[in-house]
């Protein structure tokens, strides 16, 4: 497609259920990108897959969200036993060369724990 | 300890006046600055970047100045429009690491009145 593609672009869910969220990039990027954001924060970063390298997951949270990316292109985040504190917008990037370009973002997920 | 400071929540400019945007950072190894503006409901986009081997980047209505011995960027709109009005995210990042792992501040609302 011509944009990053994130699904579904809203999810409720209880308290304590398991979440997957979904992001598929541009084709032809190499590096993919997941942040979130909480009501009035800014970006944070939670992890970074780069061609076949290892990813980047320094910014996961906790235990319960993990992250996988297949055949270098479509990535799905996965958050178990969902808590209050998760709910945000999850946003998904992708990038050529991040330096010039910037990333190209999703229009995230919408993610509600209640 | 927030690498990425925008102070200000929020600024309301007229048309046709200049918008001025700031941010700080504290992380001497960055090296790439970038800025995004979000609409409501859609990931950010992308808008400007600079590298720290420049002070002055332009791009149509669009300026970002670096300060490196003050740790400081602003972006400037002139002349501003209504159609600017959105959430604007100062971005940093360390090119040395190749890793494309930008760092963001809160945002700015800017709005922009007819």
């Known amino acids: 497609g011509a944009g990053v593609s994130q699904s579904p672009s809203n999810k409720v869910t209880e308290k304590g259920k398991d979440v997957e969220l979904r992001c598929d990039p541009i084709s032809g990027h190499t590096a993919l990108y997941w942040y979130r954001q909480s009501l009035g924060q800014g970006l944070e970063f939670l992890i970074y897959?780069?061609?076949?390298?290892?990813?980047?997951k320094s910014g996961l949270p906790s235990d319960r969200f993990s992250a996988e990316r297949t055949g270098g292109s479509v990535s799905t985040l996965t958050i178990q036993r969902t808590q209050q504190e998760d709910s945000a917008v999850y946003l998904c990037a992708s990038s050529l060369a991040w330096t010039d370009y910037g990333y190209t973002f999703g229009s995230g997920t919408r993610l509600t724990v209640v | 300890d927030q690498q990425v400071k925008q102070n200000s929540p929020s600024l309301s400019v007229q048309e046709g006046r200049i918008s001025i945007l700031n941010c700080d950072y504290t992380?001497?190894?960055?090296?790439?600055f970038l800025w995004y503006k979000k609409y409501p409901a859609e990931g950010p986009t992308f808008l400007i970047s600079?590298?720290?081997?420049?002070d002055k980047n332009e791009d149509g209505r669009f300026t970002v100045f670096l300060n490196k011995s003050a740790k400081h960027l602003s972006l400037h709109i002139v002349p501003s429009q209504p159609g600017d009005s959105a959430v604007y995210f100062c971005?940093?990042?360390?090119?040395?690491?190749?890793?494309?792992?930008?760092?963001f501040g809160d945002g700015t609302t800017l709005t922009v009145k007819p």
């Open positions: 600079i590298s720290s081997i420049k």
């Open positions: 992380n001497s190894m960055f090296d790439y």
């Open positions: 897959f780069q061609g076949n390298s290892a990813p980047d």
């Open positions: 971005a940093a990042g360390r090119s040395d690491t190749n890793a494309g792992k930008s760092t």
